[in-house]
């Protein structure tokens, strides 16, 4: 089960704006949300079911979310949401454990989710199965199973298909991508090769204790593959379990 979140919002555009930085954040297999616009509404939401975080804006159509608190105790973290700065003390008086003032953007976000999460119940989010591509105008279902590695490369992320070599780009990061997939069959060796176990044919140790790799298909000529010195042990220790 992943986490339960109420959103008490009463602007869509605001709720769903959240939600995808949620998603993006985190994956979209390991959150269910709910959404309530006003007070009473949000007093029955969390009267009727448990949530493991909830966020609230404090300007709702029908009043100050404060008023909640009046009718309901709520036990869980709570993040408070505003485009206004006076409320900041009232929140954090309310039960409020963070506050983001609007606009906030992603790595907003994430600071506060980072102060959080070990608040929340563990979860696992599910491992990514395949990836929907595009090559021309076709599009494809491409299999996780089917990836030798993954290549970043200026701004774009491309997957290399196994078999054909052909490179397909990838519309993520390796950054979030490597909580998609599973840890004993890809490691991150540096900040551009995310690499499957069975896509390396050789090793060669360097300088530093860096580790030179030759992949199956090769990457482009003139881009070495090497795991960095910081990451060096830790491959190590993967490629001995």
Do not use: C
Not at 63 to 83: W, Y
Not at 150 to 160: P, Q
Not at 173 to 185: C, E, G, K
């Amino acid at each position: 089960m992943g986490w339960k979140i109420l959103i008490v919002e009463d602007e869509d555009w605001a709720f769903v704006g959240l939600k995808e930085m949620l998603t993006t954040l985190y994956g979209e297999t390991v959150m269910t949300f709910s959404n309530a616009k006003e007070i009473q509404e949000a007093v029955v939401a969390i009267n009727k079911q448990h949530f493991d975080l909830i966020f609230m804006d404090i300007h709702l159509m029908d009043g100050l979310s404060f008023e909640i608190f009046k009718q309901v105790s709520v036990h869980v973290p709570l993040i408070f949401t505003t485009a206004y700065e006076q409320y900041a003390l009232e929140a954090y008086q309310n039960q409020g454990y963070a506050y983001l003032l609007k606009p906030f953007d992603s790595d907003e976000l994430a600071q506060v989710m980072n102060r959080i999460e070990p608040l929340l119940p563990k979860v696992e989010p599910r491992l990514k199965q395949r990836f929907l591509v595009k090559y021309g105008n076709f599009l494809k279902s491409l299999a996780i199973v089917d990836i030798a590695y993954f290549m970043a490369e200026g701004k774009e992320l491309y997957a290399v298909e196994k078999e054909s070599g052909m490179t397909y780009i990838i519309e993520d990061t390796i950054t979030h991508l490597v909580t998609q997939v599973d840890p004993l069959v890809f490691f991150q060796i540096n900040r551009k090769f995310l690499v499957r176990i069975d896509a390396i044919q050789s090793m060669l140790k360097t300088s530093r204790n860096r580790i030179k790799l030759e992949l199956f298909p090769a990457p482009p000529a003139g881009i070495d593959v090497i795991v960095s010195e910081e990451r060096s042990p830790s491959f190590q220790r993967w490629l001995d379990q």
